[in-house]
């Protein structure tokens, strides 16, 4: 059933008559008439109004915006102001990801909802049970043609796998801005939220700038480069046989690096700087003169990478004059690539990317 405050998925205990959702803390009593009273109490708390369930109270609370139309986007960006992990490129990722959504893909602004350290509304401040019930705004009601975008650039980390699901015993974290009080988010606490409310033909599309990020939404399916130059599709399932994927709807992930790796924080314009991802996501969506194919985005993106890392590299180790003569003859083979993964197989050399 579904939580009655923040409209969460629940499992219900055998014979419990409440149970605690563990997003919201909200409880919700169990009505219990049958399998038929438990298929029609679940249509109950998603009554629909004007095609698109009601709003759940948690998110009413919240003030979050009310989409009218088919495309919405959830963007994160924390850069830990006043810490000693502070970040200088995350809240002018969010800026150049609403600027690519708005200007080149028709996003209404009134359909994104940002979370940056720089919010002054408590609802719209990225800590840990904001963006978990964020994430419940951007799914809630979803309906077939509906594109979602979700974005964050922050930290991210690893943790040990507690329930063996992870095939390198490691969840994948991100930071919210409270994480040293309330803990990390992780891996599988996005997938549920985010990856599996999905339905047919509803399409999200997630960036993640940030370190450790490839496998961050728990994506079945993995996009890999092999030594010969070949592709190949390799299957991330879970060893513990957990269901990570859609209700029949698709989920791409395009991240910084891959769960092994770091990501470059910082480069750009020296008055605007962005994390590495998120400038050349930007930069080879805006500047394509045609719809790309995946295949053709995840190469420019990847040669702006690295070049952007190389310069940053060069940067701090070089005097100016010097720069460009070892740039022509030093391999950055070592830098973060882009990750793709998804929760179906496509052939990214024909399908086109769209938001």
């Known amino acids: ?28 009593r169990v009505q219990r008439h049958g399998a038929v009273g438990v298929v029609m109490n679940a249509f109950a708390n998603m009554a629909v109004r004007g095609g698109r369930p009601v709003t759940p109270p948690r998110l009413r609370e919240a003030g979050y ?15 830990y102001t006043g810490t000693e992990n502070e970040l200088s490129g995350p809240i002018n990722d969010v800026k150049g990801m609403s ?23 408590p609802y719209r401040r990225p800590t840990k049970s904001n963006i978990l019930l964020a994430m419940r705004w951007l799914v809630h009601g979803c309906r077939s043609g509906d594109s979602l975008v979700f974005h964050f650039s922050g930290m991210a980390g690893q943790m040990e796998d507690e329930d063996g699901d992870e095939q390198d015993g490691e969840d994948q974290t991100i930071f919210p801005l409270d994480w040293e009080l309330n803990g990390e988010i992780r891996d599988d606490e996005i997938n549920d939220a985010l990856v599996r409310p999905l339905v047919k033909d509803v399409t999200l599309h997630a960036v993640i700038d940030a370190c450790h990020s490839g496998t961050m939404l728990d994506l079945p399916n993995i996009y890999k480069l092999k030594k010969n130059g070949q592709t190949e ?29 770091i990501s470059t924080d910082g480069i750009g314009d020296e008055q605007l700087p962005m994390g590495v991802l998120t400038y050349s996501f930007v930069t080879a969506a805006f500047f394509a003169q045609r719809k790309p194919t995946y295949a053709q985005l995840l190469a420019t993106i990847k040669a702006i990478m690295l070049e952007r890392n190389a310069d940053s590299r060069i940067n701090r180790k070089l005097p100016a004059p010097m720069c460009s003569l070892v740039r022509k003859v030093v391999n950055f083979s070592g830098v973060q690539e882009p990750q793709l993964s998804s929760s179906q197989k496509f052939d990214i050399n ?6």
């Open 99 to 121: 600027f690519l959504l708005t200007q080149k893909y028709g996003f209404p602004k009134e359909c994104i909802l940002i979370m940056t350290d720089e919010e002054r509304d």
């Open 65 to 79: 915006p009310r989409v009218p139309g088919d495309k919405r986007a959830l963007l994160i960006g924390i850069n």
């Open 1 to 28: 059933m579904d939580c009655g405050q923040c409209g969460a998925g629940l499992s219900v205990p055998r014979g419990a008559r409440s149970v605690q959702c563990a997003h919201c803390r909200g409880v919700t």
């Open 233 to 261: 599709w390799k299957l991330h399932t879970p060893p513990n046989g957990a269901w990570k994927n859609t209700s029949g709807g698709m989920a791409i992930l395009i991240s910084g690096c891959g769960d092994n790796q």
């Open 350 to 355: 024909r399908e086109h990317f769209e938001l």
